[in-house]
């Protein structure tokens, strides 16, 4: 069983405007805290105290500010996910692409512009694993004098689901660098950072939700796991999303969601179903053969007011860990709103057109002493580059136009043409090239980008997600992409604009967007989870 993760490219555009407005202003002090879950104590990493970490509320088009204080042992930087930052990458926050870690004892200042983004994001450390315990939501409610799309819900609830390892997330961490295989899988998956009752000890503290018959709430969903894609419903309730990725969707109504690590859902949920205790559970959807993974369970009870005598809550039906089908069926029901006031604004005179191979690849290691498969270092790449960190970020170096940190050959192909997701391909193909490359972009350009899935070493679903843009996705399919017939069939009317999308198992994926936020670095990580024979990968956002 091995995980791997790995950042793999980065697109730097031009220029740079800084923003700097007196405005709300938050402290995150980051620290270590001890905390208890399933029945062992542990410390872990979290902002001021408190895991899940502080939700932040703003109104759309505000900009805040928030002073990041490292009280802890280690380096760290904290991302706001989603957030566009318009002309501002300096406060974007992922470790060697945009700033130097901060340091033990040291504290950085970062201004958080929102602009266009409405709805459900959030905010998680960018170093290492540190996010799994050092993230929290961020509620972004319609500028003054506007509305929701929607009737007002009764009341509106973050979701945070998330994943807790019994030991320390740093030695899992190290273990996994150490080893070259996948790092140990997950001991639980949590809900608002409590696993739930299906789980030893954690009866007592299992997240309730409070509800009046008849009313609608506004969830806020988001999967902070460090892994896998999640398969989440609610038993006997069907869900109305409205929103992902603080972009409003057509409404659509559906028993379950599937939701990548690192995306947001908003949904409605109808309290119309008789008074008595419900679950709401959450489990992994890992598509990749033979694979091990966290299999298990995390629950919430919703729990209607009232005089009665509550049966046994029953788990909803969550689709099956291995139904590819269900998975993408949802993803791919997701559309833009597209109202008057909600229009889409897809790209449609492409300049650049960017097709980029997703691979899960493996380095050969000195007598093979690897924990990989066959010895080897599970390794990630796109178009066969796997990413190299640099000695200082790569924005800096860009700015200061300093020589040697970063090469700018990113290929806009691979470099390699074969049957992407064949059965079986040559051994060869797994060892990828190292590098820290970037792909210059103009500024204006319109770019549509290609993500391909293959099966070298192991097919497996890939979140891949950007910085700097929301983009639309504006196709997808299983097999290899064709480029002169599914173009035909894109979605240019109302494709889903997203900032983090689920390219499918041997499968690809269309975005588009236009590169209209100078200065900022477009970053993109492949996340894997996948096993074939012994193994699995993952990465991280
Ligand atoms: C956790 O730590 C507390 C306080 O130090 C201690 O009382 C408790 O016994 C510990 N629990 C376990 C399971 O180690
Ligand atoms: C912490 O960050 C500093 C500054 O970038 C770097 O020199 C150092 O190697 C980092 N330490 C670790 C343990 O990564
Ligand atoms: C941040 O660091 C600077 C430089 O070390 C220091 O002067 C300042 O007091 C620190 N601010 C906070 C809030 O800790
Ligand atoms: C928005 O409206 C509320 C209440 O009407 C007010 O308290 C708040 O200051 C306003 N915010 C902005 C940014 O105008
Ligand atoms: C509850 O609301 C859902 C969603 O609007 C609807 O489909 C369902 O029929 C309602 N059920 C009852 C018992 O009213
Ligand atoms: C989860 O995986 C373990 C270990 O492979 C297996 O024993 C167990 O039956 C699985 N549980 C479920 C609910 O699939
Ligand atoms: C999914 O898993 C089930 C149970 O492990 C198995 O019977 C089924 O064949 C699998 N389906 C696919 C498509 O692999
Ligand atoms: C999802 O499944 C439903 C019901 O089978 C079908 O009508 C719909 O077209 C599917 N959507 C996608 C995107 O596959
Ligand atoms: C696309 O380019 C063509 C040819 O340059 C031009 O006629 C057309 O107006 C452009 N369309 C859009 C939507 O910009
Ligand atoms: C491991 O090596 C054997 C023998 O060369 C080969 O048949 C097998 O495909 C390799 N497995 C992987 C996953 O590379
Ligand atoms: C590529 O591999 C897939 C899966 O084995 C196969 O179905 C398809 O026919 C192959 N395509 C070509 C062009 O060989
Ligand atoms: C699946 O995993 C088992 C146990 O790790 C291994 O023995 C088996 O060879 C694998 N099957 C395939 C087809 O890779
Ligand atoms: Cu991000």
């Not at 939700?55 to 989603?82: F, M, P, Q, R, S």
């Not at 566009?84 to 340091?103: A, F, L």
């Not at 004098?145 to 689901?161: H, R, W």
Request: charged share 10%.
């Amino acid at each position: 069983m091995k995980v791997f993760s790995l950042q793999v490219f980065s697109i730097i555009l031009f220029a740079r405007i800084l923003h700097c407005h007196a405005q709300a202003r938050y402290t995150f002090l980051v620290e270590e805290t001890q905390y208890t879950r399933l029945c062992s104590n542990n410390t872990i990493l979290t902002v001021n105290g408190q895991f899940p970490g502080p939700t932040l509320y703003v109104n759309k088009g505000e900009t805040i500010i928030v002073d990041v204080i490292n009280n802890a042992n280690y380096n760290i930087t904290i991302h706001w996910h989603g957030v566009s930052q318009p002309r501002n990458p300096w406060s974007d926050g992922p470790e060697y692409i945009t700033q130097c870690p901060i340091q033990p004892g040291a504290n950085f200042t970062q201004t958080i512009i929102f602009s266009v983004e409405e709805g459900t994001l959030w905010w998680h450390a960018h170093s290492e694993w540190a996010r799994a315990t050092v993230h929290g939501a961020i509620v972004i409610y319609p500028e003054n004098g506007t509305t929701y799309p929607f009737p007002k819900p009764d009341a509106e609830v973050p979701i945070i689901l998330g994943e807790w390892w019994k030991s320390n997330i740093y030695d899992v961490y190290d273990e996994f660098l150490q080893t070259g295989g996948d790092p140990n899988i997950s001991d639980a998956y949590m809900i608002n950072g409590q696993p739930g009752d299906l789980y030893p000890c954690s009866s007592p503290g299992t997240f309730t939700l409070n509800v009046d018959y008849g009313w609608t709430y506004l969830l806020r969903i988001i999967n902070a796991a460090m892994q896998d894609i999640l398969f989440f419903a609610v038993a006997n309730h069907s869900l109305t999303v409205v929103g992902s990725d603080a972009s409003y969707t057509k409404p659509f109504t559906s028993d379950y969601i599937t939701i990548s690590p690192g995306q947001t859902i908003d949904v409605l949920l109808y309290t119309n179903q008789t008074s008595d205790y419900y679950y709401m559970a959450a489990k992994a959807y890992a598509s990749t053969f033979n694979i091990t993974f966290d299999n298990t369970t995390t629950t919430a009870i919703i729990q209607y007011s009232g005089n009665y005598t509550p049966s046994t809550p029953s788990l909803p039906n969550l689709p099956l860990y291995n139904d590819t089908n269900a998975s993408v069926n949802f993803t791919g029901s997701l559309r833009s709103l597209a109202d008057d006031d909600h229009p889409v604004d897809v790209p449609i005179n492409i300049t650049n057109n960017l097709f980029f191979t997703i691979s899960v690849n493996a380095f050969l290691c000195p007598n093979n002493s690897c924990a990989g498969p066959n010895g080897t270092r599970l390794s990630s790449s796109v178009n066969n580059i796997s990413f190299v960190n640099p000695s200082i970020d790569i924005l800096e170096a860009y700015y200061n136009s300093i020589n040697g940190v970063f090469g700018t050959q990113f290929p806009d192909f691979p470099p390699l043409v074969f049957n992407y997701t064949a059965q079986y391909l040559p051994l060869d193909l797994q060892i990828p090239q190292p590098g820290t490359e970037v792909k210059v972009l103009d500024y204006n350009a319109t770019i549509e980008l290609v993500f391909q899935g293959t099966n070298v070493v192991a097919g497996a679903d890939h979140p891949m997600h950007l910085h700097g843009f929301s983009f639309y996705v504006v196709g997808w399919g299983l097999g290899n992409f064709d480029k002169d017939i599914d173009p035909l069939n894109y979605n240019l009317v109302d494709p889903p604009l997203l900032n983090t999308i689920a390219v499918p198992i041997n499968g690809w994926t269309a975005i588009r967007f236009k590169a209209n936020n100078p200065g900022t670095l477009f970053t993109s990580f492949v996340t894997i989870s996948v096993i074939i024979l012994t193994y699995v990968f993952r990465a991280r956002l």
